[in-house]
């Protein structure tokens, strides 16, 4: 994250400033990605720091909010993946609880554990929501995608009307 950044005007006018305080490289890393626009890395010469000065960074508190951000990000821009990545961790969880049961069931007929059951089904419930959640954002990127392609569009002709 150390270095310059050169910033093209399609990525200057498509940018979305979400981000206020050091996590703002990454958000920016993953706009360009996302809409792939070109990245080119230039090795900088990196020094120490001055002796008698302080960095104003915190490595732990600092680190946490790149990777909070990148949390979210992954969220917003990959939400099928991150959704159904949940709704398994759910579908997992609600069976492995659910298999005892069963087990016990087909044994003797009789359900001794009512309320684990109850809470494998509300589990299991939680698990396809999160999953159909995830296809429907899923279908909205797709669709904000095109809409970002036409605005695109927009602003290379309005780039070259001022040329």
Do not use: W
């Amino acid at each position: 994250m150390t270095g310059y950044r050169a910033l093209s005007y399609q990525f200057v006018k498509s940018f979305p400033v979400l981000s206020t305080g050091f996590e703002i490289e990454t958000e920016m890393t993953i706009h360009s990605v996302d809409k792939n626009m070109l990245i080119e890395n230039i090795v900088i010469d990196y020094r120490d720091r001055p002796d008698g000065s302080e960095s104003k960074l915190n490595t732990y508190s600092d680190g946490f909010k790149v990777l909070k951000t990148i949390g979210k990000l992954f969220r917003d821009y990959k939400p099928l993946a991150f959704f159904g990545f949940l709704s398994g961790i759910l579908s997992c969880v609600a069976s492995c609880f659910f298999i005892p049961i069963f087990i016990e069931y087909i044994n003797t007929g009789l359900v001794p554990n009512f309320p684990t059951l109850i809470v494998c089904c509300f589990v299991m419930v939680a698990a396809i929501q999160s999953l159909f959640s995830g296809l429907i954002l899923e279908s909205i990127i797709h669709k904000n995608k095109q809409v970002f392609e036409l605005k695109l569009i927009e602003i290379d002709s309005e780039l070259q009307r001022k040329t």
